[in-house]
């Protein structure tokens, strides 16, 4: 927010500042009532066998393993991986990877994956926006619309010889 400040000069003509303050937040978010609510019931959705399953695909798969010291979400949240793994399954199925650090970037990749399942055939009901994954807001979402890529690429990418979910 910011605070607005009137001040006058010597010559008795008024100016503006403005002084913006910044406050920090920390990175875990507390929850209250419905949504302390909804963030529960999605914890307790959170399958981490079907994690753990999905996760060895997309290492299989793409050729990029996951580091033992990051969660699902900070190895994905690139976007890189994602695309990896959708131009293996279709060479070509992402034109452009971008690999810089820029927020805009890493989202715009994790849209191209999300893009190139639906191409593959992966159910709407299935598919996640890039805020799930790029902010966390639904991990379980992610996961599944990986494991019906998963599936799905049985049929559409019928020269795909790899592993399947």
């Known amino acids: ?95 452009k990877v971008n690999t810089g650090k820029l927020a805009f970037m890493q989202m715009e990749n994790v849209s191209s994956f999300i893009a190139a399942c639906r191409e593959l055939g992966v159910g709407e009901a299935d598919v996640f926006s890039t805020v799930d994954l790029y902010e966390a807001k639904n991990m379980n979402q992610v996961t599944r619309c990986i494991y019906s890529l998963g599936g799905v690429v049985q049929l559409s990418c019928p020269t795909f010889s790899g592993p399947h979910l």
């Not at 607005?4 to 500042?17: E, K, M, N, R, T």
């Not at 010291?69 to 131009?87: I, P, R």
Request: contains cysteine.
């Open 1 to 95: 927010f910011s605070v607005l400040f009137w001040s006058l000069d010597a010559g008795s003509v008024a100016y503006v500042s403005y002084l913006v303050v910044l406050q920090v937040m920390s990175d875990e978010v507390q929850h209250y009532g419905l949504d302390k609510e909804l963030a529960e019931k999605m914890a307790a959705k959170h399958d981490p066998a079907l994690e753990a399953e999905v996760c060895k695909w997309i290492s299989t798969v793409s050729g990029s393993a996951r580091p033992a010291d990051v969660t699902m979400q900070e190895w994905l949240k690139s976007g890189v991986v994602l695309c990896q793994l959708a131009n293996k399954l279709k060479p070509g199925a992402v034109k």
